[in-house]
C-alpha cells in the first residue's frame, strides 16, 4: 500500500481498528425541532464533496428515522459509494439512514479520516464489496474491514492542511473551466445575432445605413414562400406505428435527431418503404429541418434525402435567393419567439401558418455566403476551445485523485518528516498512537455485566 520507504512508520489497519463504522444513534421525527438541520444523499454533489442545499426539517417535513451527527463528524454515503459522497459535518443534525455519520477520536485528525474515505483505494475497494445489484451499499461488516492508513497524528493534521490548501486550489481551477462552457455558449449566440443583424459583415458590406428596424438597409424583408418551398414531412393521418411504412432504402429523420444532430444530418436509425415514401416525400439533401412539436425550432440541414414526420417541416431553398445555412441561423436567433406561440399543453407544437408568416432579413447572396464563412471561422475556434476546455476538465478530474493518492504514499510531507523527526517517533509515532486510539475505545466500551453464580448448599 505505502511504497515510500520514508513512510515505513505508517500502519496499514483496518478502519474498524480505529473506528466504530455503522455504529449510529437515531432520532426520530418527533425528536427534531424546526430549525434542525436534515442532511440528504441528494444534498450532496458526487466526488466534489459540495453541499447543493441545507434543508431544515421544517423545510424537509420528514417522517421517516434519521441518524444523529455532531459537528466534525465524518458523513459517509453508504449507498452506491462510487459516488463518493462524503462530507465534513460543520453543525450537529441528522441524517438519512443511507449516511453514516463516522466520529474521529481526539487521537484521529477527522479531516485525514475525511480525505482517507475519499482515496482511490478507499473508492476500489467499497466498489468491489458494495452490496445488492442495482443499489449497492457499503454494509457494516465491509465498512469495518476496509483498508486504513494510520500515520502519526502530528503528519496527519500536516496532511490534511496541505490537501485542504491543494484541492481549494484545485476547486477555483475547476470552477474556472466549468464557467467556460457557458461562456462559449453566449459567445455562439452573440456571433449569430451579430451575423443576422448585419453587425458581422458590416465592415465587408461597406454600407452602414440601417432601416428603422435595425436591419441594413439593403436587406429586404421576405416570407418562407418568397426564397423557397416550407413543406410539412408525412402525412399525419396515417397512423405512425403502422408497420407497411418501414423496411425500405429511404431515410426517415425522427425529431429527436435534430437536436442531437449539431446541425447536420448525414445519416438516419430507420429508413421508409416504397409504402412510406408514397404516403410522405423525400426532401433533398441541402433541405433545412425545422422541428414545429415537442422541441420547437430546433435546426439542422440534410447531407442525405431523406423523409421525416409531421413533427419536422422541410425548407427547401431557392438556391438563386438565399442560402439554407444563413436561413438556419435566422430560424435559430428567433427560437424563443417561435416558442411563445405554442399553445400551453402538454405537447407543444406550432404549425405552417407561424412559420409562413415570419418575415426574414435577407441579405444579398454574396453577403449570405460571407456570413455563413464568417460564422463558420468563429464557431470552429469555439468548438476548439471547447474541446480543450473537455480534456482540461478531465485532467482536473483526476487531479484531485492524484493528489490524494500522492498524500497517502507520503509524498506531500517527505521533507515535512525529514524536518521534524520527533514528531513522528516514539511516543508520537504511529504505533504509539494506535495503542492510545485502542485504550480510548476500550474505555468508552460498555461493562459487560455477568450473573454471580448463587453458592451451593
Known amino acids: ?84 459522497k462524503v462530507v465534513l459535518a460543520d453543525s450537529n443534525g441528522v441524517s438519512t439512514t443511507e449516511i453514516v455519520p463516522v466520529k474521529a477520536s481526539k487521537n484521529l485528525d477527522n479531516r485525514f479520516l475525511f480525505y482517507w474515505l475519499k482515496h482511490p483505494e478507499f473508492l476500489a475497494y467499497v466498489t468491489e464489496v458494495g452490496y445488492g445489484v442495482n443499489m449497492p451499499r457499503l454494509g457494516t461488516k465491509d465498512g469495518l474491514a476496509a483498508p486504513f492508513i494510520l500515520a502519526p497524528l502530528a503528519e496527519q493534521r500536516e496532511i490534511a492542511d496541505r490537501l485542504d490548501t491543494l484541492l481549494a486550489q484545485v476547486d477555483t481551477l475547476k470552477g474556472r473551466l466549468d464557467a467556460l462552457p457557458a461562456t462559449l455558449k453566449r459567445f455562439r449566440q452573440s456571433v449569430l445575432a451579430a451575423a443576422v443583424s448585419g453587425k458581422l459583415t458590416e465592415e465587408w458590406r461597406g454600407l452602414a445605413e440601417y432601416s428603422e428596424d435595425g436591419y441594413p438597409s439593403n436587406w429586404e424583408k421576405k416570407g418562407f414562400s418568397d426564397i423557397g418551398e416550407l413543406a410539412r414531412g408525412k402525412s399525419k393521418h396515417r397512423p405512425r406505428n403502422d408497420p407497411r411504412l418501414f423496411g425500405g432504402d429511404y431515410p ?93 399543453t402538454a405537447q407543444k407544437n406550432i404549425n405552417l401558418k407561424v412559420l409562413n408568416k415570419l418575415r426574414l432579413p435577407i441579405p444579398l447572396h454574396e453577403e449570405q455566403t460571407e456570413i455563413v464563412r464568417r460564422v463558420e471561422q468563429l464557431f470552429a475556434f469555439a468548438n476548439q476551445v471547447e474541446q480543450r476546455v473537455k480534456e482540461a476538465q478531465g485532467r482536473v478530474n483526476n487531479l484531485t485523485q492524484s493528489i490524494l493518492a500522492k498524500a497517502f504514499r507520503g509524498k506531500l510531507t517527505a521533507e515535512w518528516r525529514e524536518q521534524h523527526p520527533e514528531l513522528i517517533s516514539g511516543e508520537n509515532s504511529a504505533s504509539a498512537l494506535l495503542a492510545r486510539i485502542q485504550a480510548e475505545r476500550a474505555a468508552q466500551a460498555p461493562i459487560k455485566r455477568t450473573r454471580k453464580k448463587k453458592a451451593s448448599a
Do not use: H
Open 1 to 84: 500500500m505505502i511504497t515510500d520507504k520514508s513512510s515505513l512508520s505508517w500502519l496499514n489497519l483496518k478502519l474498524g481498528d480505529v473506528i466504530d463504522y455503522g455504529k449510529t444513534f437515531k432520532a426520530e421525527p418527533c425528536d427534531l425541532t424546526d430549525d434542525t438541520w436534515v442532511l440528504e444523499l441528494e444534498d450532496i454533489e458526487k466526488d466534489s464533496s459540495k453541499l447543493l442545499q441545507r434543508l431544515t426539517f421544517s423545510e424537509r417535513k420528514s417522517k421517516s428515522t434519521k441518524n444523529r451527527f455532531e459537528a466534525g463528524d465524518v458523513l459517509y454515503g453508504k449507498l452506491r459509494p462510487y459516488l463518493n
Open 252 to 344: 426517415f429523420v425522427q425529431t429527436g435527431e435534430i437536436a442531437n444532430s449539431n446541425g447536420r444530418i448525414s445519416s438516419a436509425n430507420k429508413f421508409y418503404s416504397e409504402f412510406g415514401l408514397s404516403q410522405s416525400r423525400l426532401f433533398p439533401a441541402g433541405t433545412l429541418c425545422i422541428t414545429i412539436a415537442a422541441n420547437i425550432a430546433d435546426t439542422s440541414i440534410l447531407n442525405i434525402d431523406a423523409c421525416f414526420p409531421d413533427s419536422i417541416v422541410g425548407f427547401t431553398p431557392d438556391s438563386e435567393i438565399c442560402d439554407a445555412q444563413f436561413i438556419k441561423y435566422l430560424v435559430d436567433t428567433n427560437k424563443e419567439n417561435l416558442e411563445r406561440f405554442a399553445p400551453a
